[in-house]
């Protein structure tokens, strides 16, 4: 399969993620700063519905016999602990800011960046839009996930400007990452899975709940910018290596309560 077959939804996920930026940026000087925040919050409020569809995942998922919300609480308070440690909120923070000065972004850039690339990376369709587009060279679900994004950029550009345009740049590390290593290593550590199979498993389902969680925060983060209440935003950079470690809280709840 070619390089390009395997990054196709991806790309076009850049592509989306630009264009939305670029006309919320075009429209977003032309409406009035009420209207601004409204859309703010109606896209945290859709925001929200995404987050808890995801979550529901964790009711279908346990670990011998721990419940799946109780896992995706170990893997989130393990990985705040260690995201903390590393403070990787700080250096999200840190990454804007260069971004900012590097290419003169002003106004709200690193926490227009930084929501921007969580609310874009994390969830089930990055990972299994993923291992799909990289087994396959199928990019429907990153095609539909561009468009959802596409609507989400231009609502955020809107309120915090071009630093939402630079999250294409995660987009594409990340989600051109997971389709690169989908090729060599998802066939062999998921039995050469179908998508639809994988949807099922228990570590997609956990990483889905789990996500759903951080989304939720995201959400969260959405609504206090539409009410400017930045200053109580949850910390949501922090939870990041709970997704790692998900599927070993996984594996050792079923280990030792099998």
């Known amino acids: 399969m070619s390089l390009l077959s395997q990054l196709s939804g991806t790309l076009v996920n850049v592509g989306a993620v630009l264009l939305g930026t670029l006309l919320g940026l075009a429209l977003g000087g032309r409406l009035p700063e009420r209207t601004q925040r409204t859309l703010l919050q109606t896209l945290s409020l859709v925001t929200l519905f995404i987050a808890l569809d995801m979550a529901g995942s964790l009711n279908r998922v346990t670990g011998g016999s721990v419940p799946g919300v109780l896992l995706a609480l170990l893997a989130l308070a393990l990985g705040v602990a260690i995201g903390e440690a590393l403070g990787i909120e700080e250096a999200l923070a840190r990454l804007g800011e260069t971004l900012r000065r590097r290419f003169r972004g002003g106004g709200r850039f690193t926490e227009g960046f930084v929501a921007a690339s969580l609310l874009f990376?994390?969830?089930?369709?990055?990972?299994?839009?993923?291992?799909?587009?990289?087994?396959?060279?199928?990019?429907?679900?990153?095609?539909?996930?561009?468009?959802l994004d596409g609507i989400a950029a231009l609502a955020l550009a809107g309120a915090y400007g071009i630093g939402v345009g630079f999250s294409a740049v995660s987009v594409l590390v990340v989600q051109g990452g997971?389709?690169?290593?989908?090729?060599?290593?998802?066939?062999?550590?998921?039995?050469?899975?179908?998508?639809e199979v994988l949807k099922t498993n228990a570590h997609v389902l956990l990483l889905t709940g789990t996500g759903g969680l951080m989304i939720a925060g995201i959400s969260w983060n959405l609504m206090?910018?539409?009410?400017?209440?930045?200053?109580?935003r949850v910390r949501v950079g922090s939870m990041l290596p709970a997704l790692l470690l998900a599927p070993l809280v996984l594996g050792l709840a079923s280990r030792l309560t099998g």
Not at 178 to 195: N, T, V
Not at 224 to 232: D, P
């Open 121 to 147: 990376c994390v969830g089930p369709m990055t990972v299994i839009g993923g291992i799909q587009n990289g087994l396959t060279g199928d990019s429907a679900t990153y095609v539909l996930k561009s468009t």
């Open 224 to 232: 206090l910018g539409g009410l400017g209440l930045e200053q109580h």
């Open 178 to 195: 997971i389709s690169l290593l989908a090729g060599s290593f998802a066939a062999g550590l998921l039995g050469g899975a179908s998508p």
